[in-house]
């Protein structure tokens, strides 16, 4: 590694898990973090590449045929390469402490990214069974600490469906995106996802109707401060205007969402309409 440059065969694992070793060393190594901040301003740059006559070529960014629901391109790194290539080998421990590091660092990899997006892109879009729950501290660690990123950490979650449709772990991801983790944007997100993702007719699977309802349930009574009405709101399902009877809502998503705003919000609501 030399200024935040990693060199690496991506085809040989044992050339990966060096990598990894390495990164985790480095990320350890405050000193030359803070140096390599003080010279560069306010990011930490991670690129990946090869070598060739003794010049460092990066890794193009991976070609992944995706957008954010915000309908503009993913911004895609040679990160997103390195670790959806390391997710494929057998590490086990190595990669969790890197990520681990990533998060303890609680610094910018870019102008919308903290450090660590890129790295859980790759990760998701490989493996989101394995990669869901620590994305999920992730995020709340983001948060915890004001370092989340409406924009950007839509991302992972946008790869991950787009790679692998809506199963319990993506159903996961958009539960927490929606309740703890909504920032300024994450209710808008949610009617992109919803309305044009395809989560009605995933939702028309007893299952998946039955993991998002958990999951959303999960999340909403882990809130520490619930503003409740002001995140469902944020979704578009606006608790004073009304709502619709049990059965009246029309789409598996609507009927949901409002199910949750009866039973969390107006039970004891007298002046509560529906229409």
Known sequence: MQNGKF?????????????LRELANFLEDRDTIDR?????????????GSENDGAFEEFPPPRWNV???????????????FFQTAAGFDFPGLIEEV??????????????????SYAFGGLLREAPSEWSA??????????RFDLFNDGEEVDPIAIAVQT??????????????????????????FQIFRDEYGLNEALEEEELEGAFDGA?????????????????????YDPHGGAPAPGEAGTPC?????????????LDDEEFDYY
């Open 7 to 19: 060199i690496v065969q991506l085809e040989k694992s044992e050339s990966v898990g060096e990598t």
């Open 36 to 48: 390599l901040l003080e010279a560069r301003g306010d990011f930490l740059t991670l690129r990946f």
């Open 67 to 81: 957008d954010s629901p915000a309908g503009r391109p993913l911004t895609l790194t040679s990160q997103h390469l």
């Open 99 to 116: 990520l681990q590091r990533m998060m303890d660092l609680q610094i910018m990899e870019g102008e919308m990214a903290p450090l660590g």
């Open 134 to 143: 620590l994305y999920t501290e992730y995020l709340k660690n983001l948060v």
């Open 164 to 189: 692998h449709g809506w199963t319990e772990e993506t159903l996961d991801l958009l539960a927490v995106r929606m309740f703890p983790c909504q920032g300024r944007g994450g209710g808008e997100a």
């Open 216 to 236: 959303l349930r999960r999340e909403i009574e882990d809130l520490e401060d619930p503003g409740l009405d002001q995140l469902f709101w944020s979704c578009g």
């Open 254 to 266: 609507d009927e949901l969402l409002w199910s949750l705003v009866r039973e969390y919000l107006v």
